[in-house]
């Protein structure tokens, strides 16, 4: 259901209210379970006193808990998921492939590839990991470009170029980690496992600008995107230009997920999740397509605020949900993760697509 929009200054836009009502809905969750995860932990604060806190009429105790301890994780953990729910969408909507995720294109595996390397070769700090993840996925997407590309970058040879890079990858930081001293090993397998634990500002103010420049980007190009859907001549002849937009949104994507992979680790399967869930939430049942498949066109916003929901949700769950045990939150994302994928495949199977 969409409605038209007159603005007094003559501009006219379509406004779409499903999907308005679900974002709504989304950051209504977000914030929720972000509340109820700041008051989680071994000094326990009830949520009203959370909200009392970040108003600023909170005790001195409370303002350390709150704002100096937990607020960052929540943070982070928010902007996490809504880069790693945008980035999946656009490169869902790039390869025309439900599929077509950075966690099967070989993007994560490649910000661990170079946190790795920093890790076994140089046994860098927390900063030099840290970057050595944002370099390795930035250096992984030029790689997967470079090699897609003939006469453009179309979506199935996007798709199959990533899987072949991702196993090499894989590969490569298998012999890193046989490399690897003890310490090195766990310090590794722990960053690999995917976790928000010990986070603070220092990861919160980087994520925060480049969500801040990227997602305007991508929501100015998201109109070239949709007209993308039809078909690269449909989009040229209405004026898209084809292979800019697929460009700029394919370097929006990468340096989402890389960025985001640097400051949590490679939380799995968010990014093939969230864009799913969100078009499903978001259309209604009549504009699906053949056999029940979803209507075809991106979802961005209600993506990015479901990537954030999920993974903050997530963490709750991994903090609460298995009593003394607390595990990383890419445990729990790993095994939602791969009951959606099972779903996807058996969905694109039913469809015929597969």
Not at 58 to 64: P, R, V
Request: charged share 15%.
């Amino acid at each position: 259901m969409s409605r038209a929009v007159r603005t007094p200054g003559g501009l006219s836009l379509r406004l779409d209210v499903r999907a308005l009502i679900v974002v709504v809905l989304l950051l209504l969750a977000a914030g929720t379970a972000g509340v109820a995860l700041i008051g989680t932990g071994d000094a326990r604060i009830p949520a009203g006193d959370v909200l009392r806190t970040l108003a600023g009429d909170g005790t001195a105790y409370q303002d350390f808990i709150v704002k100096e301890l937990r607020l960052p994780r929540v943070l982070v953990g928010l902007l996490v998921g809504a880069s790693l729910g945008l980035g999946g969408a656009l490169f869902q909507a790039l390869s025309r492939n439900p599929l077509g995720s950075p966690d099967v294109l070989g993007l994560s595996q490649g910000s661990t590839a170079g946190a790795l390397v920093v890790i076994v070769l140089m046994s860098g700090s927390a900063a030099q990991v840290t970057a050595g993840a944002l370099a390795g996925g930035l250096v992984t997407g030029c790689a997967i470009y470079l090699l897609a590309w003939k006469r453009g970058v179309h979506g199935y040879r996007l798709v199959l170029v990533g899987i072949g890079v991702s196993a090499i990858v894989t590969a490569v930081n298998g012999y890193l980690l046989t490399e690897a001293d003890l310490v090195d090993a766990t310090r590794a397998v722990v960053w690999m496992t995917g976790s928000l634990d010990g986070r603070d500002w220092e990861q919160v103010w980087p994520l925060l600008w480049l969500c801040a420049v990227l997602v305007p980007l991508v929501l100015v190009n998201a109109r070239g995107l949709r007209m993308m859907e039809m078909g690269d001549d449909v989009a040229n002849a209405l004026g898209v230009r084809v292979q800019r937009v697929r460009l700029v949104l394919t370097v929006c994507a990468v340096l989402l997920t890389a960025a985001a992979t640097a400051a949590a680790g490679p939380v799995s399967f968010v990014a093939l999740t969230a864009p799913q869930l969100a078009r499903r939430l978001t259309l209604p049942r009549f504009a699906k397509g053949a056999r029940g498949a979803p209507a075809p066109g991106p979802c961005l916003l209600p993506s990015l605020c479901t990537g954030a929901a999920l993974l903050v949700t997530a963490d709750w769950a991994a903090q609460r949900a298995f009593g003394a045990d607390r595990l990383p939150v890419g445990v729990v994302t790993g095994v939602l993760g791969g009951c959606c994928l099972l779903w996807l495949l058996v969905a694109e199977r039913r469809a015929g697509r597969i």
